[in-house]
T-cell receptor, first 117, second 114 residues
Framework: SAVISQKPSRDICQRGTSLTIQCQVDSQVTMMFWYRQQPGQSLTLIATANQGSEATYESGFVIDKFPISRPNLTFSTLTVSNMSPEDSSIYLC??????????????FGQGTRLTVV | GENVEQHPSTLSVQEGDSAVIKCTYSDSASNYFPWYKQELGKGPQLIIDIRSNVGEKKDQRIAVTLNKTAKHFSLHITETQPEDSAVYFCAASILTGGGNKLTFGTGTQLKVEL
């Protein structure tokens, strides 16, 4: 499995500010995803990070609020913009599929615990 | 879209007993069903998965069963140990060339008591 590093691991932010979360993988991966896990809740897919093009967002999530970049096969960022206390969650990076493979398992980073005050 | 329901939300067992967690899914096109274990402060860890072309898969003390007709799948943990205490999530997806977008269940808090 890939080693997935997320930064920061946690942060406390003021409302109205933005935070960029980084996801670095130790090997090239085809697919990268961003999930949100609200306190005590399950995981919800935010978007698919597409290399070299705009991310594909799930219903209820928009680019202006959660801009995503993916400049190469090993790195992606998620920005949480104009934060409010409702954005307090764990944000998780997930990677799937390696070059040369069609289907494989989804692995997760350790998450970024965000608290908005 | 896919909807995954998971039961129970909490489960307490005595060490050495078995634990069973059940999930149902709504989309008959789903063909991949992983289970994740999440310990406090950590990301989800894949523990076992099953694809729709098999009915059962086992890995040491952990097994998963799948009933495609009824659209439900279950996680079975035998000889539970305190280190099995965690939150367990089931998930479902349709594996395609576009990747693996998971729809998660609501989670089960498993507590193994000494």
């Amino acid at each position: 499995s890939a080693v997935i590093s997320q930064k920061p691991s946690r942060d406390i932010c003021q409302r109205g500010t933005s935070l960029t979360i980084q996801c670095q993988v130790d090997s090239q991966v085809t697919m990268m995803f961003w999930y949100r896990q609200q306190p005590g809740q399950s995981l919800t897919l935010i978007a698919t990070a597409n290399q070299g093009s705009e991310a594909t967002y799930e219903s209820g999530f928009v680019i202006d609020k959660f801009p995503i970049s993916r400049p190469n096969l090993t790195f992606s960022t998620l920005t949480v913009s104009n934060m409010s206390p409702e954005d307090s969650s764990i944000y998780l990076c997930s990677v799937v599929a390696y070059p040369g493979q069609v289907h494989t398992e989804a692995f997760f980073g350790q998450g970024t615990r965000l608290t908005v005050v | 879209g896919e909807n995954v329901e998971q039961h129970p939300s909490t489960l307490s067992v005595q060490e050495g007993d078995s634990a069973v967690i059940k999930c149902t899914y709504s989309d008959s096109a789903s063909n991949y069903f992983p289970w994740y274990k999440q310990e406090l402060g950590k990301g989800p860890q894949l523990i076992i998965d099953i694809r729709s072309n098999v009915g059962e898969k086992k890995d040491q003390r952990i097994a998963v069963t799948l009933n495609k007709t009824a659209k439900h799948f279950s996680l079975h943990i035998t000889e539970t140990q305190p280190e099995d205490s965690a939150v367990y999530f089931c998930a479902a997806s349709i594996l395609t060339g576009g990747g693996n977008k998971l729809t998660f269940g609501t989670g089960t808090q498993l507590k193994v008591e000494l």
